[in-house]
């Protein structure tokens, strides 16, 4: 048995290996929302690396690892508020060349938060915590689609949007700090767009 699974592992590795790899270092811009937030659009920056296993001539397997600055902004009453949940996300992309360069994608993505901090601010004063960090869930979920350029001299750019599917808040945590029950879900929304490298 043991002899039969270290065939196989063999055999995998040599197939992978076999096929055309490009490394892909990618930086964007996020637009990034939460819902039934009733926020707006909040900018940031993405980075980070990809690593693309050509299968055939026209389909391809892309996963990455990226820093991603998310979140959501509203103003009510003469307060604006910036939530700020920064990511590492990890998506596993299936990506599809239709026609030369041109490309569609899309795939699972894994993502940990590494840091949160709240930041209210009205008439010029302007106060930023961290303390709300544990408000937020430490694990997300989302699907990527989108759609790309890649020339034959390996630059790239691509535009996709994550589809959030796990709710971002801890409702007990939530619940804990306004003294109710908090059913509502929030799902994070964003919008990317990156420019980045094929080497």
Same mark, same amino acid.
């Given at each position: 048995m043991k002899k039969s699974l270290f065939l196989l592992f063999l055999f995998v590795a040599f197939q992978v290996s076999a096929q055309e790899f490009h490394?892909?270092?990618?930086?964007?811009?996020?637009?990034?929302?939460?819902?039934?937030?009733?926020g707006s659009m909040k900018p940031g920056l993405n980075i980070g690396v990809a690593g693309e296993v050509m299968m055939t001539d026209h389909?391809?397997?892309?996963? =990455?690892?990226?820093y991603s600055m998310q979140g959501t902004? =509203?103003?009510?009453?003469?307060?604006?508020?910036?939530?700020?949940?920064? &990511?590492?996300?990890?998506?596993?992309?299936?990506?599809?060349?239709? &026609?030369? =360069?041109?490309n569609l994608f899309a795939g699972p993505q894994l993502g940990f938060k590494v840091s949160?901090?709240?930041?209210?601010?009205q008439s010029g004063t302007s106060i930023s915590t961290s303390e709300g960090s544990d408000l937020f869930k430490t694990v997300d979920f989302?699907?990527?689609? =989108?759609?790309?350029y890649q020339s034959p001299m390996g630059f790239?750019?691509?535009?996709?949007?994550?589809i959030g599917l796990a709710n971002a808040i801890n409702k007990d945590k939530m619940s804990s700090l306004i003294g109710a029950t908090v059913d509502e879900k929030s799902r994070n929304g964003v919008l990317q767009f990156n420019v980045g490298w094929r080497f």
């Open positions: 490394f892909i270092p990618k930086i964007g811009l996020n637009f990034a929302n939460m819902t039934n937030s009733d389909f391809a397997i892309e996963p =990455g690892i990226f902004k =509203g103003k009510d009453s003469g307060v604006t508020l910036k939530i700020k949940n920064d &990511y590492l996300n990890i998506p596993i992309l299936f990506k599809g060349y239709v &026609y030369e =360069g041109f949160s901090k709240i930041k209210a601010s989302a699907i990527v689609i =989108g759609a790309g790239l750019v691509s535009l996709n949007y994550n």
